[in-house]
């Protein structure tokens, strides 16, 4: 099983992107960090889905503004098997990191 940084990406804006998808027969306790690289605040949304299109009540970070040169960090997250952490922002030059342990979960 991982441990570490599980999965990291430069977030293209206005569309969702899969950072991290938890393997099979595992579950993972991760932190999420979102970096803001620009000059520009952005709005980030962040899902804990079932899918790479979350629903409405799949976020658990709707809109949030990260300033320039700033970063949002969310930790305590635990996915089951399949789930996906979906990042979404208003502005390119955004770095999401997913960092944690994954588990066996059988």
Known sequence: MATGRLGASN??????TTVYTCPADTYAVIAVNIC???????AIRIAV???DSPSTAEYIEYDTDVFAKNVLERTG?????????????SE?????????IETSAV
């Not at 635990?78 to 952490?85: E, K, M």
């Open 11 to 16: 977030v293209n804006a206005t569309s969702n």
């Open 36 to 42: 803001n690289r620009g000059t520009s605040s952005a």
């Open 49 to 51: 889905s079932d899918s």
């Open 77 to 89: 997250i635990v996915l089951s098997a399949g789930q996906r952490i979906v990042v979404y922002s």
């Open 92 to 100: 390119s030059n955004i770095s999401a990191v997913v960092v944690g």
